[in-house]
């Protein structure tokens, strides 16, 4: 059973959020495909910037001190420069297909060098992006960490594919907790969800909480968001064993087109983030997802 806020118009005085700048963080796979082109979907809608950026991984020797290591650093230096060559005017081709302006720039170096990269073209955009499938396979996730908890910039996570990512979200569906990351979230989200159709606002009941701990808070969010001109249902969802499969169960019923969440946890996001709840959305969401933390 839903409850349902009223759209209240938008005071004309005020300018709606908007988005000027998108980050898209790549890797020159097959995976960054999927990015791209939901970036460009989003910066035709706000007239906004395309800001691509290759992150071009340069490994080190393991044993910078052992013989020789000079000449495979050099070695590997040179290698990884070629290889990003051939990257960068792959992209190149494929960006200049896109309707939308850009920008394609290139970082070379080790994770730390990258992570350094990424934490400070965040610091001029307005939201990152970056594949689903880059992020889960990659075997250190440090960039990504980089973008959501150094950084502390919103990030729109894309899977490989899907009907919701040839348009703009017509659904989104927010899972809403009483907490700075859930808001920092909804925030960072305003742009889109004042252009949606439908928003859902979901959260899943927690054993031990009293009625008015779980649902004063999400009113409050409903009714600011009412605020905003967006119209909003609001949904508690029963307890579930695994919270993120049901938070997908639901958004799929809903038909959404687009996931809010809070990340929760600290920066060391493999020892301890990966094993809750953010893990399994990151994982297994099979919209865009909308990620702050």
Not at 209 to 217: M, T, V
Not at 246 to 253: D, K, P, S, V
């Amino acid at each position: 059973m839903g409850t349902t806020f009223t759209r209240r118009p938008a005071n004309a005085a005020t300018t709606a959020p908007a988005i000027a700048d998108l980050a898209v963080f790549l890797t020159g796979a097959a995976t960054d495909e999927s990015a791209i082109a939901y970036g460009e979907i989003l910066a035709a809608e706000f007239a906004a910037h395309l800001d691509c950026h290759l992150l071009n991984h340069i490994p080190t020797p393991i044993l910078t001190a052992a013989p020789g290591s000079e000449v495979l650093a050099a070695e590997n230096a040179r290698l990884g420069r070629e290889t990003g060559d051939r990257l960068q005017a792959k992209l190149r081709e494929r960006l200049a297909r896109l309707a939308v302006a850009f920008d394609l720039r290139r970082s070379d170096g080790t994770l730390g060098e990258l992570r350094y990269a990424v934490m400070r073209q965040c610091g001029v955009v307005d939201i990152a992006l970056q594949p689903q499938r880059a992020i889960v396979e990659a075997p250190d996730m440090s960039l990504f960490e980089a973008v959501l908890f150094d950084a502390r910039m919103p990030i729109l996570i894309v899977p490989d594919t899907g009907p919701a990512l040839a348009h703009l979200p017509q659904t989104a569906f927010v899972a809403f907790r009483d907490t700075p990351e859930c808001a920092r979230a909804v925030a960072a989200a305003l742009p889109l969800l004042k252009r949606v159709g439908s928003v859902i606002l979901a959260n899943i009941a927690e054993d031990g909480a009293s009625e008015q701990r779980k649902n004063e808070p999400m009113s409050d969010m409903a009714r600011h968001l009412a605020r905003h001109g967006i119209a909003v249902e609001v949904k508690e969802l029963p307890n579930w064993r695994d919270p993120a499969e049901g938070l997908i169960e639901a958004a799929g019923i809903a038909g959404a087109e687009l996931v809010v969440a809070g990340a929760y946890g600290h920066s060391r996001l493999r020892e301890y983030l990966l094993g809750g709840v953010t893990r399994a959305l990151i994982r297994h969401c099979p919209v865009p997802l909308l990620m702050a933390h």
